[in-house]
């Protein structure tokens, strides 16, 4: 129960996709950018949490050898979210267990796509 100046808790979304770090490089590039660009971040968790497979000027899938990558032995679809105008979140979509993998955050063009 909440109560008087107790931190008031973000309500529960049912159709909200779940958002995980891939591995630790992710997750420290995830954690910077927080630090960095809070807002624009929290824009793109919602993002991503809401529809993952939303086409947008900031969000779309990336293409060759970079648009699908294996996580948990699956090979899944790679998007980008354009954070900043160089910062990038890449995550891979889990269509089966409704989760987004954070495989790339940074507040740096990832060169790959150069």
């Known amino acids: 129960m909440t ?3 107790d931190r008031v808790p973000r309500p529960a979304d ?4 779940d958002i ?3 591995d630790n490089d992710a997750g420290r590039g995830w954690d910077e950018l927080c630090r960095s660009h809070p807002a624009a971040v929290r824009a793109a968790f919602d993002a991503m949490a809401r529809d993952p497979h939303r ?9 060759g050898s ?3 990558r294996v996580i948990g032995g699956r090979e899944l679809p790679q ?8 910062g990038r979140i890449w995550y891979c979509v889990d269509d089966e267990k409704q989760r987004v993998w954070i495989t790339r955050a940074g507040a740096a063009h990832p ?3 150069e």
């Not at 049912?14 to 996709?17: E, L």
């Not at 086409?55 to 293409?63: A, E, G």
């Not at 998007?79 to 160089?86: K, L, N």
């Open 20 to 22: 995980y770090a891939a």
């Open 14 to 17: 049912p159709d909200a996709w």
């Open 55 to 63: 086409r947008s000027q900031r969000q779309h899938p990336l293409h």
């Open 3 to 5: 109560r008087r100046g």
């Open 66 to 68: 970079l648009g699908r």
């Open 79 to 86: 998007w980008q979210y354009e954070v900043t105008g160089g």
């Open 111 to 113: 060169k790959a796509t």
